[in-house]
C-alpha cells in the first residue's frame, strides 16, 4: 500500500515536470545564469580580499627616524588596512588576473590571435556570449564587493582595530615598565659611554636598533624594516641579539650585562697581562669543568692571545691602549652575570693619560692593583744573588710609588672624592712573582700558614694573617708608603701573594697560583653576582 | 595578426543585421497581416512543386548568404563594406518582398515567381562568386586553374586555414552555378503545361 503510495506521488510530481512550459525552462534559465553570475561575483570578490591581504601581509608602517615598524596594535594594523582596502578594490575592479571568472575568460579569449580569420570568426560566437556574461559578472562584482568591502573595512575590521589599540595602550606602559627594570646601567669599552640601552642588531639585515624595547613597535617583538621579527623585550630574550654602543657602534660583549668591573692597574711590565692570562685560563676552565654555568669570553682575538701567552709561558709586549676582557655567564634570567677586566696600561697611568681612560669614569666595582717586587732594588739584588741574574728577567722599571700615587691623584679627582672621605671601592693589591725563592719565603702559602698556625692569638683568620704578613712585607722592601697612601684613600684594601706564570719565563705554560682570590674578595666584597662562583672555583683550585 | 575582440565587430554587425531583419519580419507578421499572409502564401507555394526545387531554392539562399558572410570576414571592417558584401541576399530579401507587395494587387503567379527567384539565386550566385573570387587567398580567378591549384598555393600571406574555408566555398559557389541552371532547365520542362507551352 505504502509503496503504490510513493508511486503514485513520484507519477505526479513527474507530471507536473512534465507540464513545464517554456517560459519556465526561459525563467528558470535566466535565474540559473543570474544564480551563476552571483557565485562567480562573490568568488572573485573573495579572491580580490585574499589577494590583497596576502599581498598586503608584510606591508607595514615604518616608524619615522627608526629602522623599525609600528605594531600592528599601534599604527601598522589600520595601514595594513588601507593598502588592503585600496588593492582589494584595485583587484576587484580588475578583470584580466581571476582565472574562474567570465569577465577574465572573455579578457582572454578576446585577446586571443591567429593568423586565421575564419577561426577568430568562430572564437567571436563564444567571446560574445562570455563579453556579455562579463559585463553583467563585473556589475555585479562591483556592486555586491563594495558593500562587502565597506562593511568589512569600515565597520568590522576598525572595531577590531580599535580594540587592539586600546589593549595595547593598557599593556605598553606595563610592559615598558617591566623593561625597564630588567636593564642594567652598562658602560661601552671603546668610549666609556655609560648606558642601559645598547643598540641591537638585526639577525637577518645587519641594521641596528637603538630603540629596540617595549612600545608602539611591539611589546614583546618588533618588525624591522627588513620584515623579520625581532625580540624587543627583555621577556622575549632580546639579549640572544648582538649588541653595540649606542654612541659610538663598538660591538657589545652582551646587551644586558650585570658586570663585576675590575680594573687591573700597574707599571709597566709588572704582570697584569700575565695575571688576567693566568685568571681567565684557571677561571673559564674552571667553571667548565664545574659544569655549574655556560661561560664564554668576548673579545675573541683578545682571549685566543692571552691563551697564547698562557700556553707559551711568554707574554706580549705592553699594549699602548686600555684592553676591555669579558667574561660572560649565561643565565636564564634577563640579564647576564659577567666579569669586566680593564687591563690598563702603566704608561697610560703615569703619563696622564686619561681622555680616554675607563678610571675617568670611576665604575669600577675593585681594583686590583699589581705590584712588582722585583721592581725594588733590593728585592731584586736578593733575587740574583739566590736564584741567578736571569731569576730578575722582566721586571717592572716603574717605581711601584709612582704608579699609586699617580693613580691615587686620578682616581681622587675623577671620583670626587672628598680629601677625609674614604673610598669604598675595594682594592686588591696583588704581589706578583710569588714563585721566586725570595718572594715566597716571606709571603708564601706555606710562610703564611705556619704563621698563622704559629700565632692564631694575633690574626683573626688565615686571611687576615695572610694580609699582615703580605704588608709587612712590603713595608720590609720599602714600600711603606704604597700601603700608607692605599689605606689612607681606600678603606677596603686586602694583600694577595700570587704568581701568574708559577715560575721564570722559560716558554714552558704558566702554572699559576692564587690568581682566583683576589678577584673573588673583590666579587665577595662588591656583592657581585658572580661572588659565590667565583669562591667555588676558587675552593675547587684549592 | 589580429585579435578575436577586434573580429567581433563583425559579428556583432552582422547580428545586428540579422535580428533587425528578423524583428522587421516580427514586426510585419504583427502589423501588415495582410501583407505577411500573401508573403507566407507565396513562400509556401513551393511545396507544390517537387521536393528537388525547395531543396535547391533553399540550399542556394543558404549558401548565398554563407559565402556573403565569408566574404564580410575578408573586407575592411566598416557598415559599408558589409553591407556591400552581404548585397545579394539582400536583393533576394528584398525581392520576395517586393513580389509580396506585388501579389496583394494582382493575381499570384506561383510559377514565374519561382522562375525570377531561380534566376535571382542564379545572378546573386555569381556575384558572390565574383565576390569571393576576388578575395586575397582564394586562388586564381579562372575555374581551370582554380582547380588546378589546391590552397596551400594560394597567396602565402594567408592563413590556410582561411585558404581552406575560401576554396570550399567557391567550390560549392561553383557547383552550385551548374545546378541552378539544370533546376531552372528542369523547372521549365517540368511545369511547360503550366506555363502554357
Known sequence: MRTKEIIYALKQVRSVSNETTAEDVFFMGIFSIFFLLLLVALINIFASLVRAIIENKSSWKKKPDSELMYSFAAGSGMFQLNSIFMDAIKYM????WPKFSFASLAYRLGNFQNDSKFILFLGTFAYLPLAALGALEMIFRLSIGFIIYLYIFIFICPLLLLGFWVINLILMPLFKLADRFSLVTQHCPNCYATFKLPAFECPHCGKQHSNLFPGRCGLLFARCTCGHFIPCASLSKRKKLKSYCPKCGHPLAGPNLKALTIQVVGGTSSGKTAYIAAFQHQYVETVQNLGVRKVSTSP??????LERMYRSGKTDMPSPKVRTYYILHDSKGSSDDCIVIYDVPGKIILNEQYERNPLNFAYSDGIVIIIDPLSVRSVREECE???????TNGFSENSPEDVLVQFINKYSEVAGRAAKKMSDTPI???????????????IGPVKIKAEYAANQNQYSSLED?????CKKYLVDIGLVNVINNLESVFSKVSYFPVSSM???ADGSPFDPQNVIAPIAWLAQKSQSGVKDLTALVQGEIK | MTTIRKTAKITLTLSALFITVAILIKWTSLQLDQYYFEISVLWSSKDIFSWWHGFIVQFSFWLVLLASCIETLFCEISVVNILKCLRAPLVLVLFVAAWGIVAMFTLENFLLFWMFYYGGLFVCNQVVYRGITSVKGAGPSGIKLFLKSPPSKNGGDVSLVDRYVLYVTRIALLVNMLVLPISLAVYFVQYQ?????
Open chain 1, 385 to 391: 744573588k739566590t736564584t741567578g741574574p736571569a731569576s
Open chain 1, 428 to 442: 686588591a693589591v696583588v704581589i706578583t712573582k710569588m714563585d721566586l725563592t725570595v718572594v715566597r719565603r716571606k
Open chain 1, 502 to 504: 708559577g715560575h721564570f
Open chain 1, 465 to 469: 694573617a695572610r694580609d699582615k704578613i
Open chain 1, 300 to 305: 675573541e682575538d683578545d682571549f685566543r692571545d
Open chain 1, 93 to 96: 575592479i580588475d578583470r584580466k
Open chain 2, 193 to 197: 503545361q503550366m506555363f502554357g507551352f
